[in-house]
């Protein structure tokens, strides 16, 4: 093409770039749509979503939610939604504020959380909730998106999930109205395999940090997470943006969602991004006497500090387990992945550093080291799954004997969803290390012969880490290998609910 031909390509006005786009698109034998349009308010983006319709909803806790379409969604009291969300924000923000409204008829999410209204609405059988571990849900949405209809996955194999049962609706009096079907089950090279369905929806709202004006996106830090899958995964993708851009500012090699998925783009008037946990790091203001309860989970946390090696690449539960990474020794490196997308976890952040478009999985406010990076939901599920992560520490309602775990509901009382638990305890690969208090309230046993509570993996758990000790799986038994110096073999042996063998070197409790 000649200098004189590109001047004139790129001295179309708008009106001309539209229809050249529109003429072009009508060649394909793929669905006519126009080129995205811009659209003055977000009224007028949600206009034409009517009730009962499926909703693909981005963001993960409130980092990058589309806070602007839900307050358009909140006026026009369309009801009857099925809204796909990895949760649903807070009781007065995000989707929250749908569901006060009795707006939502269906989540399909992997997480409660702290939505108190979310969790009541679900145990007192007003919503219907479809509870899919978060990267199984990230997955059925790329999946969707890309056309393919079903998937095999090693996650949640042996549990509600796989075997069905799983509550979706209660009734009045607390029974199961509606319960989940059983998945299909597979074996390839030896390993158990579920079947799991793409997810695809009518609409989509996702919320991207700037577009140019032929309708890419791209997307800030964490506020990545689902977004990206799902604005692929719907006949009608509404995005909201922070700022639009001229065609260029966007280097195309930078693009994270190309134009072809996009159908209707907003510039945000405002954004409150509000924060969940804002956590920041703690000032050096002496050394502060520890509670009783606060010894207790440093000793259990230092002993899983010990299981960190030198360049290894780990991923670290909300509560307990985050506590461990701050006894990493200066001279090792540790690699801190976290499933809503970001490799490289660093400290929290001071007042000054903290970002709303950078938490980690528990909400909290964090910062990156040099060299992190940050990606989709899917694919820090894809990291996970495919092995890549060599270690996961969590927490646990209920281990048993053999190495099952549960830890992400109680039937009919408390549900906070799986999130990505099941996920990360599925691979093969990937050493699963419980830390936890060795008994529950009023000293009820928490290591079991089998476990009451519904399963998140089965016998998936490496090492269990309590304050008396360290038991581990060893070919398919429990083991006591460490002792708590200040704790007897028979007061283990009174705190744990089942049998269990004593290693013949058995060691005192490290800690680091």
């Known amino acids: 093409m000649s200098s004189k031909m590109t001047r004139l390509v790129f001295s179309l006005n708008k009106r001309q770039l539209v229809n050249s786009i529109a003429c072009t698109r009508n060649l394909s034998t793929s669905r006519f749509f126009l080129a995205p349009q811009f659209l003055e308010s977000a009224d007028e983006a949600v206009s034409d979503i009517g009730s009962g319709s499926k909703l693909l909803v981005g963001g993960f806790g409130l980092c990058g939610i589309p806070e602007n379409l839900i307050a358009g969604l909140l006026k026009t009291k369309v009801n009857n939604l099925t809204v796909v969300s990895n949760n649903a924000g807070v009781d007065n923000f995000g989707l929250g504020l749908l569901l006060q409204q009795k707006q939502i008829k269906r989540m399909i999410s992997s997480y409660v959380g702290e939505n108190a209204e979310f969790e009541r609405q679900y ?47 209660y009734s009045k009096d607390g029974t199961i109205d509606i319960h989940s079907m059983p998945r299909e089950e597979r074996i390839f090279n030896g390993r158990n395999f579920i079947m799991e369905e793409g997810i695809t929806g009518d609409f989509a709202l996702v919320k991207a940090w700037k577009a140019d004006k032929a309708g890419n996106l791209i997307f800030r830090k964490t506020a990545n997470n689902f977004n990206h899958p799902m604005a692929k995964a719907a006949k009608i ?153 060599d270690l996961t520490i969590l927490g646990a309602m209920q281990v048993s004997q053999s190495g099952d775990l549960a830890n992400w509901m109680i039937p009919g009382k408390m549900v906070k969803g799986m999130g990505g638990a099941m996920d990360l305890v599925a691979v093969a690969d990937t050493k699963v290390v419980v830390t936890m208090e060795h008994t529950a309230k009023g000293a009820k046993h928490k290591i079991l012969e089998n476990c009451s509570l519904p399963l998140t993996g089965k016998k998936c758990v490496d090492m269990v880490i309590t304050e008396m000790g360290v038991f581990e799986l060893q070919e398919g038994e429990m083991v006591l290998t460490e002792i708590d110096p200040d704790t007897s073999l028979e007061s283990v042996r009174a705190a744990t609910g089942c049998r269990f063998k004593v290693a013949d070197n058995l060691k005192q409790m490290s800690q680091l």
Not at 302 to 308: D, L, V
Not at 346 to 370: R, S
Not at 374 to 381: G, R, V
């Open 237 to 389: 993708t509404i995005a909201e943006v922070e700022e639009i851009v001229e065609i260029g500012e966007i280097p195309p090699d930078q693009v994270h969602i190309p134009s072809i998925y996009v159908q209707k783009v907003i510039q945000g008037p405002s954004y409150e991004k509000r924060i969940e946990r804002v956590t920041l790091a703690k000032s050096d203001g002496g050394d502060k006497e520890l509670s009783p309860a606060a010894k207790m989970r440093e000793k259990i946390v230092r002993r899983a500090a010990c299981e960190f090696q030198d360049g290894m690449y780990a991923n670290l539960g909300i509560g307990m387990p985050m506590l461990a990474s701050n006894f990493i020794p200066p001279s090792m490196t540790v690699h801190l992945q976290s499933e809503n997308g970001i490799l490289g976890l660093g400290p929290f952040p001071t007042k000054e550093e903290v970002d709303p478009d950078l938490i980690n999985a528990g909400k909290q406010t964090v910062t990156a080291i040099p060299g992190s990076s940050y990606f989709s939901s899917d694919e820090s599920f894809a990291m996970i799954r495919g092995g890549h992560v």
């Open 123 to 169: 145990l007192q059988g007003e919503l219907e909730v479809e509870l899919t571990p978060q990267g199984t849900l990230a997955e059925r949405i790329r999946a969707g998106g890309a056309g393919i209809p079903a998937f095999f996955t090693p996650t949640a194999y042996g549990t509600l999930v796989h075997e069905g049962g799983s509550p979706i609706k």
